[in-house]
């Protein structure tokens, strides 16, 4: 996801879950369309070097783990400041946790 509005709508009308390192919201779309993710890291997390660093940590994540996820969702992924000082296994699990959170991990993969 890259526009601004599909952010919003996630945001709005989207289930949030909570963790230490990172915040996920989730919305619905529909069973046939494959899932999107959305990444934000705010400027209170580092600087542009760290910021990016986080950011693909998360991007990998997910793209190692898409099988995994369920189809038809939107996925707004939000760094903490503690995200910076995670490696990329530690984001990884997080990222699987979080989405377990939301039950949108396939059940066969769990």
Do not use: C
Not at 4 to 24: E, S
Not at 52 to 65: F, G
Request: glycine fraction near 6%; charge should be positive; avoid cysteine.
């Amino acid at each position: 996801m890259k526009k601004n509005g599909d952010f919003q709508k996630v945001y709005q009308a989207g289930r949030a879950i909570a963790l230490r390192t990172l915040v996920m919201y989730v919305l619905a779309r529909g069973k046939d369309t494959p899932s999107r993710i959305g990444i934000s890291v705010s400027k209170k997390v580092g600087n542009s070097v760290v910021r990016h660093r986080v950011k693909r940590l998360i991007r990998e994540s997910h793209r190692r783990n898409r099988h995994k996820i369920e189809d038809g969702f939107d996925i707004v992924v939000i760094a903490r400041n503690e995200a910076k000082n995670r490696d990329y296994w530690d984001i990884e699990r997080v990222f699987l946790q979080a989405a377990a959170m939301h039950h949108i991990v396939k059940k066969e993969s769990q």
